[in-house]
């Protein structure tokens, strides 16, 4: 395996020093490193990934020098457009570094590595969405003893080309690294577990709920299952991040069903534009709050410096609020309980981070959840045992 600490040298010894992004669990170690040891003002965990290009473009232009912008492969959908009509060298020629993660990687046999399903359409067109977009790449794993000459190589190529370079993360690739234990753990905060609990319990019989990517679907379907009831209720937006409360919006304007939304605030942050268009909706966001990447590494967000409840007033939420433990939450729950008469309102609900190790994930396909969420939501008969 490549150490986190050679491969961030190895950038830096080509003049790569600005990094942009947003964390991957595949580069989670790398991430983890860059936020240690990079300057502050040299390190942005962006929003989105296009937002990511969007800061690299400005840090070229401004500085002379290429940046480096580090994503999952499911964030190239994020970067085709300002790619395509900005850095593209038929635009502006804009040299920059893509590193991606290969989650759903296509193996030398031609074999796809197993993955959740999210990953395995991404996974199989990622080196043909590389080709198409016309941008050279080239594929690093924990063999690679060479990465540091695959690196100048694309340090020379982004540079002569004015043309961005893609590297390719294999699974396995980095060594481990997390990021130091900081001792500012807010003790009187409950977890995001806790959180899904208390909010399930106090739910009315007809709810439905559209819960974002990563962990908080995999906490709510498991509490499901301790509790011995159905799926039915859950949609589980396992890819597509950032995108829950959109569902839900529509969802809400098409159902008698109290709809609610469990999001994440890095979900939150990156497409926040949609609570411009969620006051037209009739249900409930929640946004667990623990200001961080959890699924990643713990990469800190911006959440944690601004104010979610009043960005909703202003985008035309009925009703919003933020929580920061068990009693407030559910004095905020049984105060919005008549939401679905007035309009959209939200929860901002401060909680710790983390989760349980042994955290397991949904052990239904993707279709079969969502073939029993359309009879419940039309009232058709349901059960996903």
Same mark, same amino acid.
């Given at each position: ?16 020093? &600005?990094?942009?992004?947003?964390? +991957? ?33 400005? &840090? ?23 790619? *395509? ?25 031609? $074999? ?17 969405? *590389? ?89 709510? &379907? ?42 994440? +605030? ?55 609020? $933020? ?34 190790? +042994? ?19 039309? +009232? ?6």
């Amino acid at each position: 395996m490549i150490e986190p600490e050679d491969f961030f040298n190895a950038m830096k010894s080509q003049e790569l020093d &600005y990094y942009t992004g947003v964390p +991957d669990s595949l580069l989670k170690s790398l991430c983890a490193y860059m936020t240690t040891y990079a300057p502050p003002e040299n390190h942005v965990i962006a929003a989105n990934e296009g937002g990511a290009v969007a800061l690299a473009i400005g &840090y070229h232009l401004s500085t002379g020098k290429v940046p480096v912008v580090y994503m999952q492969n499911s964030g190239l959908g994020n970067i085709i457009n300002p790619i *395509l009509s900005l850095a593209d060298n038929q635009v502006y020629g804009i040299p920059m570094i893509l590193v991606i993660g290969w989650r759903g990687e296509i193996l030398g046999d031609g $074999s796809q590595l197993h993955d959740e399903p999210q990953h395995k359409k991404q996974g199989r067109v990622t080196e043909a969405l *590389l080709v198409a977009m016309g941008l050279s790449y080239r594929i690093i794993d924990q063999h690679s003893t060479n990465y540091a000459e695959i690196i100048r190589e694309a340090a020379a190529e982004t540079t002569t080309t004015a043309q961005p370079v893609a590297l390719l993360i294999r699974k396995g690739t980095f060594n481990k690294y997390a990021l130091p234990r900081q001792n500012i753990t807010d003790h009187s905060l409950i977890s995001r577990e806790q959180a899904i609990e208390i909010i399930v319990g106090q739910m009315p019989e007809n709810a439905f709920i559209i819960a974002t990517t990563g962990m908080a679907s995999r906490e709510l &379907y498991e509490l499901r299952e301790a509790s011995g009831v159905g799926h039915e209720k859950d949609f589980l937006v396992v890819g597509g991040m950032g995108h829950a409360s959109q569902i839900a919006c529509e969802i809400s304007k098409n159902s008698d069903k109290n709809i609610y939304c469990l999001d994440g +605030d890095g979900a939150c942050l990156m497409h926040m534009g949609s609570m411009a268009l969620n006051r037209d909706g009739k249900f409930c966001h929640i946004v667990l709050n623990n200001g961080v990447h959890d699924s990643v590494g713990g990469q800190p967000t911006a959440a944690s410096n601004i104010d979610l409840a009043a960005i909703a007033t202003a985008c035309g939420y009925q009703r919003s609020i $933020s929580v920061r433990c068990a009693a407030e939450l559910r004095e905020a729950f049984k105060s919005m309980a008549d939401f679905h008469r007035e309009g959209s309102c939200l929860i901002d609900v401060q909680v710790a981070a983390g989760a349980r190790t +042994d955290l397991g994930r949904p052990s239904l396909t993707s279709q079969q959840m969502k073939q029993a969420n359309m009879h419940y939501l039309r +009232d058709i008969g349901h059960g996903t045992g």
